[in-house]
């Protein structure tokens, strides 16, 4: 299950790791430090929040909650080109929207292919966050050019949708600087190919892991923030990103009053909230005021810049102590399986989607419960044309398709002579 990867590598690995190479996981120094019974406290709550994990991956919610989900009528083709066209053309339009602002092409041009963009395109979405749902867009383009090609295989659309990928990536890691949506393309498509084409073995899907791992730290030292040669620095890497467990250490020491929900509120309101809309909209808010309630002085110090979303479980004890550390990882994980369990119908295009964009957002989701689901409500929009084509096909779930052919032999018996 990618949910407890990445639960076990942010909060069991790098704190193991990091008591032996301390500075190799330092990701905000002078900002998050390690108080010793704050870290020790640290290490029980990660093992609630795992086991909490497991419960709602395993447990019986899951599979009520995907009884309550929409069901997926027979789409037709076009839907799954049109939706790719539509989310390319306005994704790509955002990318070069966000070069123009902040005027990108005085650059030199490997600036533009290194990140070089990335701070001033952070601050540029201070009355334009649009520019940010255009990336996503984007990357979401991908495994719908995917399905696209699935769905009627040929040359020209399989050249159509690998060039979709390549611009895509180049856009996203090079001009946006943005790692967590690019190394989460390939994630995407292995999912669509998974349900659509065939079954992928366990051997593929460990050795592609580990390719995007490794792709990660190299693009992290081409950016000068990584190393390739040392394996702990590396991981370390990696680790300043999935920094939860610091964030959660110091969220213990530190947090005395609870928000009470009110950060997590604050993400689903205000996010996709047209600042032209409301010039008075604050500039901290949801995860970024769990961030400066952990770490304060952060946003101003980076002059908002950047954002370090604190991880689910220092978000959850923000928010609401030691329960908050249980139940939104128990609601993450629920939410996971629930999709999982619609697909193993019919395979739905609709849940596909969805699912490989879940899995591909694992990290985002780790890194801040709050800051993805205002996301994963627009995708779930954006791929709406899914369930709005074609005919319905009732929404069967595993075991009920029996029943309805039955129930289609006894009429035709009774209408028999």
Sequence with gaps: MGAGRNLRFAYFLVPLLAAERPEAFASLEGYLDAPPGAWQAATWVSGMGFLAL??????????????LLPAEPEHRRR?????????????????????????????????????????????????????SLGFLLLALSVPCAALWHCEAPSRWRLGGALAIGVIAGVLLIGVVGSRILALGIPIAVLVVVHYRVRRLGVLP????????????????????????????????????????????????????????????????????????????KPLIYGAVSAQEAIAPGLYTDFQGGATFPPGILAEGYVNFGLIGS????????????????????????????????????????????????PQLIVVAVILSPMLLSGSSRGGVLPGSAGRVTKLRHRVSARRSP
């Design 326 to 373: 249980v139940v939104l990882p128990f609601s993450a994980a629920a939410v996971l399986r629930a999709v999982y369990v619609r697909i193993q119908s019919e395979r739905p295009a609709f849940y596909v989607l969805l699912l490989g964009w879940l899995l591909a957002n694992l990290v985002s989701l780790f890194r801040g419960f709050g800051l993805t689901m």
């Design 54 to 67: 497991l419960y709602g991956y395993f447990g019986p919610h899951a599979s009520r909650v995907a009884r």
């Design 205 to 280: 899907v460990v050795t592609g892991g580990l390719a995007l791992a490794f792709l990660g730290v190299v693009v992290s030292a081409l950016r000068g923030t990584g190393s390739v040669a040392d394996p702990i620095a590396a991981v370390g890497t990696l680790g300043q990103t999935l920094d939860g467990f610091n964030f959660l250490v110091n969220a213990l020491a530190r947090i005395d009053d609870f928000s009470w929900g009110t950060t997590l509120v604050e993400d689903l309101t205000l996010t996709y909230f047209p600042r032209s809309l409301w010039a008075g």
């Design 79 to 131: 839907t799954a080109g049109a939706l790719t066209a539509a989310l390319f053309s306005m994704g790509a339009a955002s990318v070069l929207a966000a070069v123009l602002i902040n005027d990108g092409f005085s650059l030199p041009l490997m600036d533009l292919f290194t990140g070089g963009l990335r701070d001033e395109t952070v601050k540029s979405f201070s009355g334009r966050g649009y520019l």
